[in-house]
């Protein structure tokens, strides 16, 4: 089966450094998406990764390991406006989004 | 801003009334996907679109559930009868599909279902 890990709930300080993780299982691999849900609000997109290394796009870097089926979102300086849920996707071998249950991110002052 | 637009955006019904929903994908993108999201389940694919054709429905429960994309501009997500199991936000995502792999989705804000 098609399976895809995230945890369930983080808690950072606000200005600090924040790492969620995902773990992927999925029948073939064509690139991993982040995307950040505010509560009551559409997902929006975070950023895409297909090969191995770190993607930096200002506060906010994404990093995959292909050979591990892993990847990890970084968020440096945080703010509040950062607390969301942040959602882990794998596009498999069908091109098929297989979406994580996301992360909610709590920031606390 | 180009953007998806959905209506509408909130709607309360009574179990086994019908329930439609409308999508406007951005104008010029060719993949449309429907959603469906709660708090057990996360997000759900119902449907897929590419072209207006449908590629993948196999998320979503036939006997009551039809989607359809009469034209280009609209993509609908219909429910006959409702129940009320099918409570949650409905998301309609479209995408560029210039390259399967890097489509993007672009979502739109939702509808918010709750059936009584």
């Known amino acids: 089966g098609q399976n895809i890990d995230q945890p369930t709930e983080m808690t950072a300080t606000e200005g600090a450094i924040v790492q969620i993780n995902c773990t992927y299982q999925t029948s073939g691999f064509n690139g991993l998406f982040w995307y950040q849900q505010h509560a009551g609000e559409a997902p929006t997109f975070l950023s895409y990764?297909?090969l191995d290394g770190l993607e930096e796009k200002g506060r906010f870097s994404s990093f995959l390991s292909r050979s591990k089926g892993y990847s990890y979102l970084l968020l440096k300086e945080l703010q509040m406006k950062d607390s969301a849920s942040y959602l882990c996707?794998?596009?498999?071998?069908?091109?098929?989004?297989?979406w994580g249950a996301g992360t909610k991110l709590i920031i606390k002052p | 801003d180009a953007r998806v637009t959905q209506t509408p955006r909130h709607k309360v019904t009574e179990m086994g009334q019908e329930v439609t929903m409308r999508c406007q994908p951005i104008?010029?993108?060719?993949?449309v996907f429907w959603y469906r999201q709660t708090m057990m389940q996360g997000l759900e694919l119902l449907a897929y679109f590419r072209n207006r054709a449908p590629l993948d429905d196999s998320g979503m429960p036939k006997d009551r559930f039809s989607a359809e994309m009469p034209d280009a501009t609209l993509a609908t997500l219909k429910i006959q009868p409702s129940e009320p199991r099918d409570s949650a936000v409905y998301f309609c995502a479209s995408g560029p599909g210039l390259a399967e792999v890097t489509d993007t989705q672009y979502f739109g804000p939702g509808t918010r279902l709750t059936v009584l």
């Open positions: 990764n297909v």
């Open positions: 996707a794998v596009l498999d071998s069908n091109y098929q989004l297989i």
């Open positions: 104008l010029g993108h060719n993949t």
